[in-house]
């Protein structure tokens, strides 16, 4: 992604929150599919023979995998932005998913990354990684909509009893997002 993230104050704040108890959110977060950087699209099809054979079979085909829209982006390297395929999934919460997301509810971006010894993110979509973190109109990564995202119940936030700071709570996120040079709310 393009640019140098700042990270929003509001992660240094304790919330009752947890992740998802995946598998059993199934993937909640794929319903809608995903924007991808041009650039990243570009990579993701350039390693189509790793990533096909890990999709369900009628999924193969890299002509399938993105739908053809595409639109600006601040945040994309390249400026721009394609979606992935929003594919009928009676497996699924609302009967769709994005493409890449298998019956064992498992990415098969990652399953590939995986399978080639890359680290698991090595082909995942930043939104994808990013979710359910945002980033705000400052271009700052943030979380907003907890209050949203808890009152369903297979989401990517579940309530917790004990508190955590949300930075930690996604600081693998965003160690892999931002790294060191991140500028982190003082």
């Known amino acids: 992604m393009a640019g140098e993230f700042h990270l929003h104050p509001r992660l240094n704040q304790a919330e009752k929150i947890k992740r998802c108890d995946w598998p059993e959110c199934h993937a909640a977060c794929c319903i809608y599919g995903a924007w991808v950087d041009k650039l990243h699209a570009e990579d993701i099809l350039n390693h189509a023979s790793e990533i096909g054979p890990l999709m369900e079979e009628e999924h193969q ?54 399978a080639v010894d890359e680290h698991p993110w090595r082909f995942k979509p930043f939104y994808c990684i990013l979710h359910p973190l945002d980033i705000d109109e400052q271009g700052r990564i943030t979380l907003d909509e907890v209050d949203l995202l808890l009152r369903e119940p297979t ?20 160690g892999y997002l931002v790294g060191k040079k991140s500028k982190s709310p003082k």
């Open 155 to 174: 989401t990517c936030l579940q309530p917790s009893r004990k508190p955590v700071r949300i930075k930690d709570l996604f600081a693998e996120e965003l």
């Open 61 to 114: 085909s890299p002509s399938s995998w993105f739908d053809g829209q595409e639109e600006p982006d601040d945040h994309a390297l390249s400026g721009r932005v394609v979606h992935t395929t929003i594919i009928p999934n009676p497996y699924h919460l609302g009967g769709t998913s994005c493409i890449f997301l298998r019956k064992d509810f498992k990415c098969a971006l990652q399953a590939a990354a995986e």
